[in-house]
């Protein structure tokens, strides 16, 4: 097997295939590694990897790789992080951030993450990792484009931010008065650097290098030894559950109505991220138990028991399940933070979809025809249990506040005065108020 490369953001396939005749593949996850050295490949490099809402590669499958006697180099970014830590055992580290990490100049894990678009979209960078900052702000003040003090407030500025929120038009707009910082921002497109770009294409050369001359010496590996949770993650991956993602993702495409329906709920979550962190909102450990009981409920998991056996069926652990939750905490905040505008995109999305005229014209000929809906005749309960059981084929939920909330309704009363307009409208004829 020829050299494997796991890119993503950092530099385009293109790139990677100019420097090294290599297999490319995506970021690199938990499992990958370990996967791909069973193939037996001439060497592993990795550049990118994903470093929150999925498993990031592992220390040890990285040693176990070395342990087979496959060079593994890493540079920029994920890779860069994993062989500061994994130096003294064999792994080949490149670049001026390697470099860093190793020495201790950089710790934070941030320096190097970025936001960037999904595979579909070619991993597309969409934030400026703060290693890039740093390089692009001293070069601008060695040039004399930016005093000291100009240059050390844009990367404290910078560090404050959440990565995701990392833009240089965002970075100006908060240094905009500071001393030389409009000549600098008129410098950026032609002077700005990339500086996990640049060690990402050292390292290709380097692996280039090694594999048309004579090997470099590699040092003696260190044993990996086989844990619990080495061997329970070798497992997973030898009966190939870590694959069983993009073939679940590949059989939703077979249904297209149902991938965009998902999709859009995945951006939903995705943005729903981003907010959180620009608002600094984290989800209470109420909110969580909260979502997790309507969960349970929603599925049927009433013992400890069937939840973990649910867990476990669905690839997750404790702690994916408790983000999955958190997920939908952020979701619900985004949601509630813009109740005001919704109402007017709502009308805009049933006019996109075509159905705006025909519950148009279904809410006039409710109003034309039945009772004013503040007139008494209606039995709460029946008309609860009829709209619940009869028309959703489910149990009236017990925090009718919360699900009418849940609606953008003000609460229960809300709720029922819109059942029981609909009751009326669906009975009419009928002896409605029989019940009272």
Not at 29 to 48: K, L, T
Request: proline share 6%; glycine share 6%.
């Amino acid at each position: 097997m020829t050299a494997v490369v796991f890119v993503g953001p950092t530099l385009s396939p293109e790139t990677v295939a100019g420097h090294l005749d290599a297999t490319i593949l995506p970021p690199v996850r938990q499992g990958d590694v370990y996967r791909v050295a069973q193939q037996n490949p001439s060497a592993i490099g990795i550049i990118d990897g994903y470093f929150e809402g999925v498993p990031s590669v592992w220390h040890k499958e990285i040693l176990w790789a070395i342990e087979q006697e496959i060079p593994v180099f890493g540079s920029a970014s994920m890779g860069a992080l994993r062989a500061a830590e994994l130096a003294d055992f064999g792994m080949i580290g490149v670049g001026r951030i390697f470099e860093d990490f190793y020495n201790g100049v950089l710790h934070d894990d941030d320096e190097v993450a970025v936001l960037h678009s999904p595979a579909e979209l070619g991993f597309q960078p969409l934030s400026e990792p703060m290693v890039s900052i740093r390089a692009t702000v001293a070069q601008a003040q060695a040039s004399g484009l930016l005093p000291s003090e100009t240059a050390a407030e844009i990367v404290r500025t910078a560090k404050t931010m959440q990565y995701r929120q990392r833009i240089w038009a965002e970075i100006i707009a908060m240094a905009k008065d500071l001393p030389g910082v409009a000549e600098f921002n008129d410098w950026l497109p032609t002077g700005r650097i990339d500086a996990k770009a640049e060690d990402a294409r050292a390292m290709l050369t380097r692996m280039a290098d090694h594999l048309s001359t004579s090997p470099l010496p590699l040092p003696k590996p260190t044993r990996t030894e086989p844990t619990l949770m080495w061997k329970a993650l070798r497992a997973r991956v030898d009966a190939g559950k870590p694959d069983s993602d993009q073939s679940v993702i590949d059989e939703l495409r077979l249904n297209p109505e149902l991938y965009a329906r998902y999709r859009d709920r995945a951006a939903l979550a995705l943005l729903a991220r981003e907010d959180a962190a620009r608002c600094q909102y984290t989800p209470t450990r109420d909110d969580l138990v909260r979502l997790m009981t309507d969960h349970r409920a929603d599925t049927g998991l009433s013992r400890r028991s069937d939840l973990m056996g649910w867990i476990k069926a669905n690839d997750l652990n404790p702690e994916s399940y408790e983000e999955m939750l958190a997920d939908t905490a952020r979701v619900e905040a985004a949601i509630a933070s813009r109740a005001d505008q919704l109402q007017t995109q709502l009308l805009s999305e049933l006019r996109r979809t075509d159905q705006y005229s025909n519950l148009r014209d279904r809410a006039a000929n409710k109003h034309g025809s039945v009772r004013p809906i503040g007139s008494p005749g209606v039995d709460r309960l029946r008309a609860l249990m009829w709209y619940f059981e009869y028309r959703l084929d489910q149990e009236v939920p017990d925090d009718l506040d919360a699900y009418a909330q849940a609606l953008g309704l003000a609460g229960r009363d809300a709720l029922f005065e819109l059942i029981k307009a609909e009751f009326l409208y669906c009975n009419k004829g009928a002896d409605a108020g029989a019940a009272e």
